[in-house]
């Protein structure tokens, strides 16, 4: 058949020698062709990793580059070779041909599979739409950090403007903890994932970030701003501070107030149980009796005082709403707490507060807590020195339209209270020391320091402030809180 | 002495307690002085004849506390001493010792004050002779080895109101207490009911004040209580760490033999009529 066939194409090139030569023509070509094909093939099998079932390309690229091979056959050997050759190349391509038969047929049900571009694409869109509507910020970079995707959360709580698509993520927020970004690093190179939180200070934003890294070789950056929690801990830490600061405070005052108590105590003790003794063995003259409750009367008066003085400053008072309140009382009862401590040690304690200062908007135990700080440190500093003149004033007026930038005069007149005391000057290092937390310069049990700092912080959070000055040589601290002019009714409490 | 016979020195920086104490006293008839301060009342001692020094011990300028050291220091004749106060930062075992008789809590009745008054003032031979009618609330019964045992301890002293020794049991301060310690060397015994005043958890000491004194005993223990005026009304006792004072069974007294030509065992001392240790006041920090 192979000879009947071939006598009839010689002949027929024979009669027609152009039928031989675009005969040649087009095995060139398809040779060309099929050597070409692979070439795609390969390219194609590289670029889509997801095609399953890869061994069939090679398959099909042995067809090609046999069947290649048969068409250069054709043209380039002389006839009874090339019949050789033909056929030998034919029954390979044959048995490929079946092996590439019975693999796509196995291959089918996957191939099948593979998502349509519109599958690929409403998944997509699903996906985006659960980024887009959690709760949590997504930000997805790939494998050169290059920001590939940025969820509209994410954009709004990093205020995101214009596009950070195509910018770097260390482009986009410089990363300055070296610790953080070395984690960061890490789950790229690790591809483990890694947590941590990060307080943004240019946004002022606490954030808990897990990093995961991503299959298409990037890092994704899931991140939730925890900045309200991170305020509501700071708050409740300042509140510990503060109240064991007072409660370090009252600890320290408790021996003497204890003594404090114990003396109107038993001027009343004494004087009832005399009196009910008398009556018993004899009358009593009426000036004897009214003398007597007097005296019993004013000394109740003078322990509760004392005991009022004693259960504000025990009292819970960070969280106390801001109200008005008379300075000379607050004065008045912190001054009676100390009262006698100073009396014991021949500290003279003098107030001079004025009448009709205006009422300040406060909480009243913090101050009275600031104050009772100032008193005790006054205290201290006489006492620890020979050469201190035994006094403390405390003293209180309104500074009007106080001017200093920041905080502008109008409508906010200041009351000042100035603590003065007769001890030594403050040397220039411990003049700038003092407001730091932990600073002290008391022997070691006197204090641990957070006094200063702590009333500092307070008189802030009452939009005042706390400073030393000089007042003619001697050191005064000055507690400013702002006073609410009456005109200006606008201003913050 | 009589309290119409005797003269009362208050000390109290609070004015209105110094007048009501003086009055309670006035009704006493004794004969009363007050001063505002330590100081004051220094000046007042080493001038006055003083029998009773009744006195607060937060002051300024020199407090009770300071004012009896320095009544110690400057060698001024003691009288005797009654704290009221409140007592909290105070070391009971050292005011005892520093001579003080009772400390009394503010507030406090005219009674309490003047019980402890006249009980101050009554020589010590009209003293505890009575037994309490109710039981005491503890019993403590043991066994001294009266010679400095190698520590240098004795683990009992001797003071004008009371004694200390060593106790290794927890006793609780104002409960009442059985005592009964003997002292193998030298036959002799205490018998007694009194007051525990202190107790030193980390030395092992106990301060007990004396309420009665059983005729057996009696007679030795006030002569000791007399052959040298002790200063200290319950002496601090002698720390040389817990336990090592211990009570001691004559079992530990070989060790003693050397120890006891020193003269400062308790057989030894009565021997030579006096001694320091045994009478307090001389005891060794």
């Known amino acids: 058949m192979q000879d009947f066939a071939g006598l009839t194409r010689d002949v027929a090139f024979l009669v027609y020698p152009g039928i031989q030569r675009l005969n040649d023509l087009s095995d060139v070509l398809i040779a060309v062709a099929y050597f070409l094909l692979p070439v795609v093939l390969v390219k194609l099998v590289r670029g889509r990793r997801d095609i399953p079932r890869r061994g069939i390309f090679f398959c099909f690229i042995a067809l090609l580059v046999t069947g290649a091979i048969t068409h250069v056959m054709a043209v380039a050997m002389p006839r009874p070779h090339a019949d050789w050759l033909n056929s030998a190349l034919k029954a390979e391509t044959a048995l490929i041909s079946l092996v590439v038969l019975v693999l796509l047929w196995r291959l089918m049900p996957s191939m099948l599979a593979l998502p349509s571009r519109a599958d690929v694409e409403t998944a997509d869109e699903h996906t985006t739409s659960v980024l887009e509507s959690t709760t949590v910020c997504v930000m997805a970079m790939d494998s050169e950090w290059m920001v590939n995707y940025v969820n509209r959360n994410a954009q709004a709580l990093l205020k995101v403007q214009g596009n950070m698509l195509g910018m770097t993520l260390w482009e986009a927020f410089p990363v300055d903890n070296a610790v953080i970004r070395q984690t960061l690093l890490d789950v790229m190179r690790t591809r483990q994932p890694a947590a941590y939180e990060k307080y943004y200070q240019p946004l002022d934003l606490s954030v808990t970030v897990q990093a995961h890294p991503w299959n298409d070789g990037g890092v994704v950056i899931f991140f939730s701003d925890v900045s309200e929690q991170k305020r509501m801990q700071h708050e409740l830490d300042w509140e510990r501070v503060t109240r064991e600061q007072r409660i370090q405070v009252l600890a320290r005052l408790s021996a003497s107030i204890a003594h404090e108590m114990k003396n109107p105590l038993a001027i009343i003790h004494a004087r009832a149980s005399d009196l009910a003794e008398l009556a018993e063995e004899e009358e009593i003259p009426r000036e004897e009796v009214a003398k007597t409750c007097a005296s019993i009367v004013r000394t109740s008066d003078r322990a509760m005082r004392i005991l009022r003085g004693l259960a504000s400053l025990a009292r819970q008072g960070s969280k106390d709403p801001m109200q008005k309140a008379e300075v000379r009382e607050m004065v008045d009862q912190t001054i009676e707490l100390v009262r006698g401590r100073y009396q014991t040690h021949e500290i003279s304690l003098q107030s001079m507060i004025p009448d009709g200062l205006p009422r300040v908007e406060c909480r009243e135990v913090q101050i009275g807590q600031v104050l009772l700080n100032l008193l005790n440190n006054a205290f201290d500093a006489i006492d620890a020195s020979p050469d201190s003149q035994r006094w403390v004033r405390v003293k209180a007026y309104v500074e009007e339209v106080y001017t200093d930038g920041a905080v502008g005069g109008d409508g906010i007149d200041w009351l000042q209270i100035d603590v003065i005391d007769g001890g030594p000057a403050l040397s220039p290092e411990v003049r700038e020391n003092l407001m730091e937390p932990f600073y002290t310069t008391k022997p070691l049990g006197g204090g641990i320091g957070i006094g200063l700092s702590v009333s500092r912080a307070i008189a802030s959070d009452h939009g005042g402030d706390l400073a030393l000055h000089e007042c003619d040589g001697h050191t005064c601290f000055r507690l400013r809180l702002p006073v609410r002019a009456t005109k200006s009714s606008e201003v913050a409490a | ?285």
């Open chain 2, 1 to 285: 002495m009589k309290l119409s016979e005797a003269t009362v020195l208050v000390v109290d920086d609070e004015p209105e307690l110094r007048e009501i104490f003086a009055a309670w006293l006035g009704r006493g008839s004794c004969k009363v002085l007050t001063a505002a301060n330590g100081a004051d009342a220094l000046t007042i001692l080493a001038r006055e004849k003083i029998d009773v020094l009744v006195s607060d011990i937060r002051m300024p300028v020199l407090d009770g506390v300071g004012l009896v050291r320095r009544v110690r220091e400057m060698g001024l004749e003691i009288p005797s001493i009654i704290f009221v106060s409140g007592f909290g930062d105070v070391d009971r075992r050292e005011m005892y010792d520093l001579g003080v008789e009772a400390m009394l809590e503010k507030p406090l009745r005219r009674r309490d004050l003047l019980g402890a008054l006249e009980q101050s003032l009554m020589a010590r031979e009209e003293l505890w002779l009575t037994p309490a009618v109710e039981p005491m609330e503890c019993s403590v019964s043991i066994t001294i080895d009266t010679r400095k045992d190698a520590m240098g301890g004795d683990g009992f002293e001797l003071g004008r109101g009371g004694c200390s020794f060593s106790y290794d049991r927890r006793l609780e301060e104002g409960k009442t207490i059985d005592l009964s310690i003997k002292f193998p060397e030298t036959d002799r015994s205490l018998q007694a009911q009194g007051e525990v005043r202190w107790y030193h958890a980390d030395y092992e000491l106990a301060g007990v004040a004396f309420r009665y004194l059983d005729p057996q005993c009696r007679g030795w223990v006030l002569e000791r209580m007399m052959t040298k005026m002790a200063r200290a009304f319950i002496p601090e006792g002698t720390c040389h760490g817990a336990g090592a004072a211990g009570r001691r069974s004559t079992a530990g007294a070989g060790s003693g033999v050397e120890v006891l030509h020193d003269g400062r065992g308790l057989d030894a001392e009565v021997a030579e009529g006096a001694d320091e240790l045994a009478v307090g006041g001389g005891g060794g920090r």
